[in-house]
């Protein structure tokens, strides 16, 4: 069974502070990706990475950044938190290219920004 | 760009009616991969089904969608709601990168 976990579960964060999310695979895949998800927009990939040290901007990257150290981690970095950035935020990883094969989602962090 | 409509963003049924969900994407890609994911509350997102195969029904734990070019849809059917299908929908379109496009999704709520 896939593996995937995320941590903090939740997080209260200030705005202006910086908040780190971790993603932890356990699948063996390559391809790893940071959603968030609001109500009335669904999912959206904020960054994606299918190595170790290089991630991809995906469709909403402005204000977030990400750090792929190893194939089992990648992290989304906010610098400097905002309250529009209140969300819940998943990670997903996936054997080879996601667009063909399935994603493995963990639990989820919700993050509220005050 | 790649692109997944869901229109309906709430359904609310009575048990025991049949169920559909639409989903229509626009894509440049022939070989696009179309995607149903399911969200539980309280669990993480998992796939519920997935075809690339155009005009050919596909189907798991009772939920079937049949994939059709020509009016690039992707709808979820089931033909019998029940309590525990209540949850977040989301069509999802794989193209000819890594990533997948995912709709707005849709809330099933089935009541008795």
């Known amino acids: 069974e896939a593996a995937v976990t995320q941590s903090p579960r939740s997080k209260v964060a200030v705005t202006g502070g910086k908040v780190t999310l971790s993603c932890h695979q356990t699948n063996n895949h390559d391809y790893m990706y940071w959603y968030r998800q609001d109500t009335g927009h669904g999912l959206r990939l904020i960054h994606y990475s299918y190595v170790a040290d290089s991630t991809e901007k995906g469709d909403i990257p402005d204000g977030y950044k990400a750090s792929r150290p190893s194939q089992e981690n990648f992290s989304l970095i906010l610098e400097l938190a905002s309250l529009s950035q209140t969300a819940v935020y998943f990670c997903?990883?996936?054997?080879?290219?996601?667009?063909?094969?399935?994603?493995?989602f963990g639990p989820g962090t919700r993050l509220t920004v005050l | 760009g790649d692109s997944v409509t869901q229109k309906e963003g709430l359904v609310t049924l009575t048990e025991g009616l049949p169920v559909m969900l639409n989903c229509t994407y626009q894509t440049i890609y022939s070989n696009a991969f179309l995607f149903w994911y399911v969200h539980y509350l309280n669990e993480s997102p998992r796939l519920l089904l997935k075809s690339s195969t155009d005009n050919k029904r596909t189907e798991h734990q009772g939920f079937h969608a049949t994939l059709h070019k020509s009016s690039s849809s992707f709808h979820l059917q089931k033909s019998s709601a029940q309590l525990s299908d209540s949850a977040l929908y989301y069509c999802a379109l794989g193209g000819s990168n890594a990533k997948l496009t995912f709709g707005k999704g849709t809330k099933l709520s089935v009541k008795s």
């Open positions: 997903a990883s996936s054997d080879w290219g996601g667009a063909f094969y399935e994603q493995y």
